[in-house]
């Protein structure tokens, strides 16, 4: 999903010689609508840069103490753990305080850590052949993992630039005691280890995907919080409560099930309550659905199939009769006609086919085609047998040429072997 299949040739695609300020190529990426802000006092400007690692899936803060000037997309080696890492600045400026009002981390606190420099081509090269090894750690991590029967699932790992640790992120239903597998694990890759327990949507989020609707998962994009969803936000919206429909890469209920959640909320504080039932002289009336966008309530009479839209406006007179014991002989349904397909005085069909038009094409070809081989065989009929083949007329111009100005007019042109035959198709005697 990078902007680097733009094909402008230029460096990640965007004509930025590297920095991207579209942000297509680092997903949780923030758009920083203050980044003209003109900023009056230099000395209460914001500080702080916001770095992200591994194409986005981590974020932190770090202090420019240098006050040296950074733009986003620039590669920037920050303090890490007894060393150093590199990563992507993906945001500064005014924005970033926002941010850490946010996220409620303090601007001027002491455990910040530091952005030390522009980074180097030897802090690239270090930092290429770390990542490089992470997929073979991956994979090695899980066999280890698996060995030890540990009730986990390891997410991903992220080496840091300068190689002196590693953080292996995992998913558990349970708590897991690892002891044994660090020791392994420090064996193994010569690393500092450590180990961190993401949620099962954070994990969904850092290995990626796509959903149903055909999109990349919001997760993995520019979702962040992650709130509760409940299966009320799949009845509140009429969706039928399948398991399978509803639950997204992660095992989770969607997310998205709470988007338009409020939309169907707000639409339905029109409708009445309490009218689950509705007493008929035929029967008991039972509500199945409510339709909010043509505002109809449909129910269906108990033991019966037929299905009855009803207005609110009606549903609400018919309650208001059953409250005074009446019951209603008919619930006085809405039809709702069929919609019908208007016919366009003027269609722009060019460039349209259909099969009908091909069909009609290659039919006409064939014709074309028969009828050029009957006029052929009329012009030159075919040779039978015990009949002579007359000549074509580009045979007789061919007779009709002068002879080869270095044989003598009167003698014939020698011919070869092997097509010295007759008209009889015998082949030449031998001599004796």
Not at 135 to 162: F, G, P, T
Not at 296 to 303: A, D
Not at 352 to 378: A, D, F
Request: glycine share 8%.
């Amino acid at each position: 999903m990078g902007c680097g299949n733009c094909g402008t040739g230029k460096p990640n695609g965007c004509k930025s010689n590297g920095g991207c300020s579209t942000g297509s190529c680092n997903r949780m990426n923030v758009h920083d609508w203050l980044w003209n802000l003109p900023i009056s006092d230099a000395d209460s400007a914001c500080k702080i840069v916001e770095v992200s690692f591994n194409q986005g899936s981590r974020k932190d803060y770090y202090r420019n103490a240098s006050l040296q000037y950074f733009e986003k997309g620039d590669m920037v080696t920050v303090e890490g753990v007894n060393g150093f890492d590199v990563g992507e600045v993906s945001l500064t400026g005014e924005l970033v305080r926002l941010q850490l009002k946010k996220k409620n981390i303090s601007e001027f606190g002491i455990d910040m850590k530091k952005l030390l420099r522009p980074s180097s081509e030897r802090d690239l090269e270090l930092f290429e052949k770390n990542k490089a090894r992470e997929k073979e750690a991956l994979m090695k991590s899980r066999i280890i993992a698996k060995n030890l029967n540990l009730d986990m699932k390891l997410i991903e790992v992220e080496i840091q630039a300068d190689g002196k640790k590693a953080t292996f992120f995992y998913t558990a239903d349970d708590r897991v005691d690892f002891r044994e597998l660090i020791k392994q694990y420090a064996g193994e890759f010569k690393l500092k280890i450590e180990m961190r327990q993401v949620g099962i949507r954070q994990g969904a989020a850092k290995v990626g995907g796509i959903g149903s609707c055909g999109r990349e998962l919001c997760c993995s994009t520019w979702l962040t919080d992650f709130k509760s969803v409940t299966t009320t936000a799949a009845r509140y919206q009429n969706l039928s409560i399948n398991q399978t429909k509803l639950s997204g890469q992660c095992g989770r209920l969607k997310c998205c099930l709470n988007y338009e959640l409020d939309t169907y909320l707000d639409a339905l504080q029109y409708f009445p309550d309490n009218a689950d039932t509705l007493e008929t002289v035929k029967g008991t009336a039972i509500l199945i659905k409510k339709d909010i966008f043509k505002n109809l309530m449909w129910y269906i009479l108990q033991g019966g199939a037929k299905h009855y839209p009803l207005t609110i406006r009606r549903v609400k007179e018919i309650k208001q009769l059953n409250a005074r014991g009446i019951k209603v002989d008919d619930l006085q349904p809405v039809e709702l006609a069929a919609a019908k397909e208007t016919e366009h005085s003027f269609v722009d069909v060019v460039g349209h086919l259909t099969l009908s038009n091909l069909e009609k094409t290659t039919q006409r070809n064939k014709e074309k085609q028969r009828q050029q081989r009957k006029h052929e065989q009329v012009k030159y009929p075919p040779y039978q047998k015990g009949q002579k083949q007359d000549m074509l007329p580009q045979q007789k111009v061919q007779q009709q040429r002068p002879p080869h100005p270095q044989q003598k007019p009167g003698k014939p042109r020698p011919q070869q072997q092997g097509n010295n035959r007759d008209q009889n198709n015998k082949p030449p005697q031998k001599g004796k």
